[in-house]
C-alpha cells in the first residue's frame, strides 16, 4: 500500500450498504463491541452472528459522531432486529461472501506503511494502545481536535503518525531493498529448514512491525476499485453478495 491510497482509498459495498473509509472512531466504536478483528470473519465467517456485520455495516457506513449517536436509540435496535431477520432469508453463500467481504473491509482500513523500530527509547514497549497513541498523536502533533481526529480515516492516521514519529528517530520506513533482504532471508531460512527435513519458519525474519497490527485476509482480490469499467460476468453476479437486496440505513 501507498500513501496515495490512504488519502485516496477505495469505496466498498456490502449487501447494498455503501460503506465510509474505516475511520479511527469507527475502530474504536467497533473496538468497545468487540468485533474489530478482520480475522474473526476471514477464518470462519459462518461462525459468526449475523447481528455483528450489520452492526458493523450501520457503523462504518456513516460518520463517526452519527454512528456514535444513533448506537443509543431504540430505532437503531429495531432496525437492526429488522436487517437480521431479512440478511438470514439469502442463501448461506452470500452470507459469508459478505462476512468475507467486510474483513477485507477492515484489513484494508487497517493498511499502514511498514517500517522498523529503532531502539531510541532502549526498546522499552508502550503500555497504551495503538489506537490512543494515534489520536492522541493526531491531537498533540497535528494540531486537530477529538472530534475531528475520530473522524481521520485510520489508514491516512497511520501514514501521518508514522511520518512524524519517523522525524523524531522513533522509526524508519522499510525500503525496497529492505524488503529484498527480508525476502533473501525468508527463502535462505526455508531451505536452510527444509534441508534438516524441519517444518518451514512461518516468521524467519528481522524484528518488523506492521503498525496496525491487523492479520491480513485471504479474499484480498475482492476489493473493488473507486474506479472501474463496471463490467461483470454473470457468474460473478450470482455470487456478489452487493447484488443481494440492498439494506438501506435509517
Known amino acids: 500500500m501507498i500513501y496515495t491510497e490512504a488519502l485516496w482509498p477505495d469505496r466498498w459495498t456490502i449487501l447494498g450498504v455503501q460503506l465510509q473509509p474505516l475511520r479511527l472512531g469507527h475502530a474504536l466504536l467497533l473496538q468497545r463491541l468487540g468485533i474489530s478483528e478482520p480475522s474473526a470473519f476471514s477464518l470462519q465467517p459462518s461462525a459468526f452472528p449475523l447481528g455483528d456485520l450489520l452492526l458493523g455495516l450501520y457503523i462504518c457506513s456513516r460518520s463517526v ?14 432496525w437492526l432486529a429488522l436487517r437480521a431477520w431479512a440478511v438470514r432469508l439469502l442463501p448461506a453463500r452470500i452470507r459469508a461472501l459478505a462476512l468475507a467481504r467486510y474483513a477485507q473491509y477492515l484489513a484494508a482500513g487497517w493498511q499502514g506503511p511498514r517500517v522498523w523500530l529503532t531502539q531510541k527509547d532502549g526498546g522499552r514497549p508502550r503500555g497504551a494502545e495503538l489506537l490512543q497513541i494515534l489520536t492522541v498523536s493526531l491531537m498533540a502533533n497535528l494540531g486537530l481536535d477529538r472530534a475531528a481526529a475520530l473522524e481521520t480515516p485510520l489508514s491516512l492516521a497511520l501514514w501521518d503518525c508514522c511520518a512524524f514519529w519517523e522525524s523524531e528517530a522513533a522509526l524508519e520506513f522499510l525500503s ?19 534441508k534438516k527435513d524441519g517444518p518451514a519458519p512461518g516468521s524467519a525474519q528481522p524484528p518488523i512491525v506492521q503498525p496496525s497490527q491487523a492479520p491480513a485476509t485471504q479474499h484480498q482480490q475482492g476489493q473493488e476499485p473507486t474506479a472501474g469499467n463496471g463490467h461483470r460476468s454473470k457468474s460473478a453476479e450470482q455470487q456478489d453478495p452487493d447484488h443481494a437486496p440492498k439494506l438501506n440505513p435509517p
Open 176 to 194: 525496497e531493498d529492505d524488503e529484498e533482504l527480508i525476502a533473501e532471508a525468508k527463502r535462505i531460512a526455508a531451505e536452510e529448514f527444509a
Open 65 to 78: 459522531a452519527r454512528a456514535g449517536a444513533g448506537l443509543q436509540r431504540t430505532s437503531t435496535r429495531r
